[in-house]
Nanobody, 122 residues
Framework: QVKLVESGGGLVQAGGSLRLSCAAS????????MGWFRQAPGKEREFVAC????????YYADTVKGRFGISRDNAKNTVFLQMNNLRPEDTDVYYC???????????????WGQGTQVTVSS
């Protein structure tokens, strides 16, 4: 059974930083691309960042480019999202996702975590 567990969310002031982690189990992590998405209540889930299975390719949403960084540690089956210079509009539930195949900005990931709340106060 595939399991993705996010952690690291919380409350932070605008301009602050958080580092999200997503621990994966039940799949061959090193052969899966990983993505981070976010969703606010009543809104569609939106793409944040993704990384290829080896980590050589990354994509970012324009809204987070230059502020967020995605990375992975295949030895620890974990993907990270470093979030710097956070803004109130970054407040959302953040989800990690996994798929076999190329990293992509679309929602076509096979496995999803339960999400972690990030709240940025002004």
């Amino acid at each position: 059974q595939v399991k993705l567990v996010e952690s690291g969310g919380g409350l932070v002031q605008a301009g602050g930083s958080l580092r999200l982690s997503c621990a994966a189990s039940g799949l061959t992590f090193s052969t899966h691309s990983m993505g981070w998405f976010r969703q606010a209540p009543g809104k569609e889930r939106e793409f944040v960042a993704c990384i290829s299975w080896r980590g050589g390719t990354t994509y970012y949403a324009d809204t987070v480019k230059g502020r967020f960084g995605i990375s992975r540690d295949n030895a620890k089956n974990t993907v990270f999202l470093q979030m710097n210079n956070l803004r109130p509009e970054d407040t959302d539930v953040y989800y990690c996702a996994a798929k076999w195949g190329p990293a992509s900005r679309t929602n076509d990931y096979s496995y999803w975590g339960q999400g972690t709340q990030v709240t940025v106060s002004s």
